[in-house]
């Protein structure tokens, strides 16, 4: 069974760091895309960024261009996302996603996306 597992959430002060990791297992998810989305309270989910299975070409939302680093490590089934100077308004539910197609992630807020993760908060106080 398909598996996607996120760590690395949690409180941290604005313009601080922090590195969610996304586990994956129960299928070979080096042809994947890996994307990251997230959801804020009262607010729809939104796309933050996704990397292709060559880690070649990447995608970012506008909100975190040049702010995250989405990275993925294949021997170890493992996706990172780098978010730096983070804003109060980055503060949401963050889920790890996979899926075959990058048009997925980048599309209808990840409806048609295949795999998910269970999600790790991340709160910036300001």
């Known amino acids: 069974q398909a598996q996607l597992v996120e760590s690395g959430g949690g409180l941290v002060q604005a313009g601080g760091s922090l590195r969610l990791s996304c586990a994956a297992s129960?299928?070979?998810?080096?042809?994947?895309?890996m994307g990251w989305f997230r959801q804020a309270p009262g607010k729809e989910r939104e796309f933050v960024a996704a990397?292709?299975?060559?880690?070649?070409?990447?995608q970012y939302a506008d909100a975190v261009k040049d702010r995250f680093i989405i990275s993925r490590d294949n021997a170890k089934s493992t996706v990172f996302l780098q978010m730096n100077s983070l804003k109060p308004e980055d503060t949401a539910v963050y889920y790890c996603?996979?899926?075959?197609?990058?048009?997925?992630?980048?599309?209808?807020?990840?409806?048609?996306?295949?795999?998910w993760g269970q999600g790790t908060l991340v709160t910036v106080s300001s």
């Open positions: 996603a996979a899926d075959r197609y990058m048009v997925s992630m980048t599309s209808r807020s990840g409806s048609n996306v295949e795999v």
């Open positions: 990397i292709h299975w060559s880690g070649g070409t990447t």
């Open positions: 129960g299928r070979t998810f080096s042809a994947y895309v």
